[in-house]
């Protein structure tokens, strides 16, 4: 199975069905399930804008599973900006949007209990005991 590092809160938000959108600079021909691991990395911007406690955010482990279905490539900051409530990303700030790509995320789960797991860059195989 395949699993993607997202950092905290945005990790939580996926798990959650909140985020339905993760956006990154690169492409990516996947598409179907993946673990949500979230990373070690915490966005404390995100959790106070967000209003999400960083205090009780797992790092370091598989937190959920979802499914990418589809991948949208942003061209003009008007369609970046439609999409904010997906994202949740306010603005651009120095993001570009040539390199904006969004995985349209669906059917997210929560593990009731995370599994401790290394996070690794883009799409990574996990061993299917994780799953």
């Not at 993001?95 to 995370?114: L, S």
Request: proline share 4%.
């Amino acid at each position: 199975m395949k699993a993607l590092s997202i950092r905290q809160p945005y990790a939580d938000l996926i798990a959650s069905g909140i985020k339905t959108i993760e956006l990154r600079n690169w492409k990516a021909p996947y598409r179907g399930p993946f673990l949500i691991h979230a990373s070690k990395i915490v966005d404390l911007e995100a959790c106070k804008r967000l209003k999400v406690a960083s205090e009780n955010l797992v790092t370091g482990a598989a937190i959920g599973k979802a499914k990418v279905i589809d991948m949208k490539i942003y061209t003009t900051e008007k369609e970046f900006l439609k999409d904010k409530n997906k994202h949740l990303i306010r603005s651009l700030d120095n993001r570009d949007i040539r390199r904006t790509v969004g995985y349209i995320i669906n059917n997210a789960k929560r593990f009731k209990k995370p599994v401790p797991m290394a996070g690794q860059l883009y799409f990574f195989d996990v061993l299917s005991s994780t799953t």
